[in-house]
């Protein structure tokens, strides 16, 4: 009875030993051989996102913004102008097409107030007009040829010198004019006259006008013929003002 009362009580200290030691075991970290282990704190990538800038000083956009605004580098990145449209060099839709032969008609020279004194010709005024329908240019200074026996296939050129503004293109409207001026070494003396170089003047009922691009056109003054002396002429560029 002795043996068996003392077993009962070992058997009762060896349960309670046992018991203790799994309620150890349930409450004790296990690292990685399994239990549960401490909380761990919340890492940069479990944390929510917090909505960021990315314009600023730059001008740029926020998230969920306009993309309108600068780009990083600083250029517009919401499209481009075209600035209302093109230009076209600034001609403003002037025409730039050389008048023809067929394009023009060339006046008769008018003696100008404004010459060398003398008994000749002096100084002649020309005219040339746009008889076509539509605008185009005269530029440049006229040729002039003395017409021998009025004919322009029989004529003797001038020796030309250029005078005033230079030339510049100059468009004719329908119907507009352009002017010349054609200052003559002059005539002295009464009936035949004489030349001051000692050459002897010469007499010319028509004169041959060439206009740059549009052809020769033969004419005679409106009054008289023409007179000079040594074959020269100095002469203005085409201008849209008359001279006088």
């Known amino acids: ?28 970290p296990t690292g990685d051989g399994g239990g549960a282990a401490a909380p761990s704190a919340p890492t940069a990538s479990s944390r929510p996102a917090e909505p960021t800038a990315t314009g600023g000083d730059k001008g740029g956009t926020t998230s ?20 209302g449209g093109s230009s076209s060099g600034g001609s403003g839709g002037v025409t730039k097409k050389p008048c023809t032969v067929d394009d023009i008609k060339v006046s008769e020279g008018h ?43 029989k004529n003797k050129p001038l020796a030309t010198t250029h005078t005033g503004p230079d030339a510049a293109d100059l468009v004719l409207a329908p119907g507009a004019r352009a002017w010349t001026k054609l200052t003559f070494v002059q005539v002295q003396g009464e009936a035949d006259g004489y030349c001051a170089s000692g050459a002897t003047p010469g007499s010319y009922p028509t004169v041959v006008i060439g206009v740059l691009g549009a052809g020769k056109h033969q004419i005679a003054m409106d009054d008289g013929v023409f007179a000079f002396c040594d074959d020269k002429v100095t002469v203005t560029a085409w201008s849209s003002a008359k001279p006088s």
Request: hydrophobic fraction near 30%; include cysteine.
């Open 111 to 153: 003696q100008a107030d404004v010459r060398p004194s003398g008994t000749g010709t002096g100084a002649a005024i020309v005219s040339v007009t746009n008889t076509s329908k539509s605008p185009c240019k005269v530029y440049g200074y006229p040729t002039v040829a003395a017409a021998g026996n009025g004919s322009p296939e």
């Open 1 to 28: 009875m002795q043996y068996t009362a003392g077993t009962g009580r070992t058997a009762a200290a060896l349960a309670t030993v046992l018991a203790a030691a799994a309620l150890m075991t349930g409450c004790t």
């Open 64 to 83: 969920g913004g306009s993309t309108g605004g600068a780009s990083p580098s600083g250029s517009p990145t919401g499209g481009t102008s075209s600035g």
